[in-house]
Nanobody
């Protein structure tokens, strides 16, 4: 039984930084996609970053490339998202899901429906 618990959300001004963490427990696959998604009010959920649990390869959506960094700490069973240069329009609930396998190309990790298990999310509010 896999559980994912996100933390680290809060309020930040545009241009600021915030670091999200996701604590994973249970039987996480040793070769699967994990990632971070966000859903802004009234908008569809958007995948922003993905990583493989096996070799820690990473992939970023164009909207966050160069500003966000995803990382996996296998020893601590956590996946983190460092968010720099936050934009005001990216106020959203951020969630940390995991899938059951890797994907090729890796961008498919962020495709709708690929991830199977989700945490409850953490709110990030970015003010102008």
């Amino acid at each position: 039984h896999v559980q994912l618990v996100e933390s680290g959300g809060g309020s930040v001004q545009a241009g600021g930084s915030l670091r999200l963490s996701c604590a994973a427990s249970g039987d996480i696959s040793s070769s699967a996609c994990m990632g971070w998604f966000r859903q802004a009010p009234g908008k569809a959920r958007e995948g922003v970053a993905a990583a493989y649990t096996g070799d820690a390869s990473t992939y970023y959506a164009d909207s966050v490339k160069g500003r966000f960094t995803i990382s996996i700490d296998k020893a601590k069973h956590t996946i983190s998202l460092q968010m720099n240069s936050q934009k005001a329009e990216t106020t959203a609930v951020y969630s940390c899901p995991t899938g059951l396998a890797t994907a090729a190309p890796m961008s498919a990790c962020l495709a709708p429906g690929f991830m199977n298990i989700w945490g409850q999310g953490t709110q990030v509010s970015v003010s102008p």
